[in-house]
């Protein structure tokens, strides 16, 4: 989990959390992937392509009618505008913070190549003021007023796993795909996946350590350590080897390296 990431600061049980629906729509995706192409297998299975694409449709609309701040240009969390005790939620209010967790459907690939807000988070992640910084992407935007507050733990710090979600997306989707952000995304690309590796092997060549997380401001590693556990992704970087990761386009065709 996300530990010391800003929600609401008064949740309630029916709030709704952009990465939950994030997952579950990719798990989505994953399924009608599998579905198409597992053959006998596949036929087995009590759930059909249609009704899979039925249900990935209803949840990319939530994820826009429920999540999308246009004023913010982001995916929010959401709660009751009421504080209502019933789970049929009518209006929602938005708890809003630019991080890992809310860029989420841009992480996992969800957004249209040429969608508004792919536009808008992708010029947010790009912003040094916001997520990018010289060591990699914060954890937390820059501008957030809880950015290095708490444990600074999920408020700022640079995880590798998070960028590599990141980078895979923009390597074999949104830098690949013909689109009004092609350009950008691939300029993002580079510079984040150049700052990733020059980050971890300059810690480990300073201390003989990789690290859990490192610091946004001065790229110092923090944390556990010797952490070679999702840090040892730095190799999958240098090779930019993003197979594990599956990024699907709009037609469900799965991309690849």
Same mark, same amino acid.
């Given at each position: /989990?996300?530990?010391?990431?800003?929600?609401?600061?008064?949740?309630?049980?029916?709030?709704?959390?952009?990465?939950?629906? @994030?997952?579950?729509?990719?798990?989505?995706?994953?399924?009608?992937?599998?579905?198409?192409?597992?053959?006998?297998?596949?036929?087995?299975?009590?759930?059909?392509?249609?009704?899979?694409?039925?249900?990935?449709?209803?949840?990319?609309?939530?994820?826009? $009618?429920?999540?999308?701040?246009?004023?913010?240009?982001?995916?929010?969390?959401?709660?009751?505008?009421?504080?209502?005790?019933? @789970?049929?939620?009518?209006?929602?209010?938005?708890?809003?913070?630019?991080?890992?967790?809310?860029?989420?459907?841009?992480?996992?690939?969800?957004?249209?190549?040429?969608?508004?807000?792919?536009?808008?988070?992708?010029?947010?992640?790009?912003?040094?003021?916001?997520?990018?910084?010289?060591?990699?992407?914060?954890?937390?935007?820059?501008?957030?007023?809880?950015?290095?507050? /708490?444990?600074?733990?999920?408020?700022?710090?640079?995880?590798?796993?998070?960028?590599?979600?990141?980078?895979?997306?923009?390597?074999?989707?949104?830098?690949?795909?013909?689109?009004?952000?092609?350009?950008?995304?691939?300029?993002?690309? $580079?510079?984040?996946?150049?700052?990733?590796?020059?980050?971890?092997?300059? $810690?480990?060549?300073?201390?003989?350590?990789?690290?859990?997380?490192?610091?946004? $401001?001065?790229?110092?590693? /923090?944390?556990?350590?010797?952490?070679?556990?999702?840090?040892?992704?730095?190799?999958?970087?240098?090779?930019?080897?993003?197979?594990?990761?599956?990024?699907?386009?709009?037609?469900?065709?799965?991309?690849?390296?």
């Amino acid at each position: /989990g996300f530990d010391d990431f800003p929600r609401s600061t008064d949740p309630s049980p029916y709030d709704a959390h952009v990465d939950l629906l @994030s997952w579950i729509l990719d798990g989505v995706r994953r399924l009608l992937v599998w579905r198409r192409t597992a053959g006998d297998l596949a036929e087995a299975s009590a759930v059909s392509p249609p009704e899979l694409g039925a249900l990935e449709a209803v949840l990319q609309q939530r994820l826009y $009618e429920v999540h999308w701040n246009a004023d913010a240009g982001m995916f929010c969390d959401a709660g009751p505008r009421d504080n209502s005790s019933t @789970s049929i939620v009518d209006t929602w209010r938005h708890h809003c913070h630019l991080g890992y967790p809310t860029l989420l459907p841009l992480s996992l690939g969800l957004l249209p190549v040429n969608a508004t807000s792919t536009g808008a988070l992708l010029k947010a992640v790009a912003d040094p003021r916001q997520m990018y910084s010289d060591f990699g992407l914060r954890s937390l935007s820059a501008a957030d007023p809880f950015y290095m507050r /708490g444990d600074r733990y999920w408020t700022g710090p640079i995880w590798v796993p998070m960028n590599y979600l990141i980078l895979a997306a923009l390597r074999e989707k949104y830098a690949r795909m013909p689109g009004p952000y092609q350009k950008l995304a691939q300029q993002l690309y $580079e510079r984040t996946r150049n700052a990733m590796i020059q980050t971890i092997l300059r $810690e480990h060549q300073r201390t003989g350590f990789f690290w859990e997380h490192y610091d946004p $401001e001065t790229g110092k590693g /923090g944390g556990g350590h010797a952490f070679t556990g999702w840090t040892s992704l730095l190799v999958l970087l240098m090779e930019e080897d993003f197979r594990g990761v599956i990024v699907i386009d709009e037609t469900g065709t799965v991309l690849k390296s």
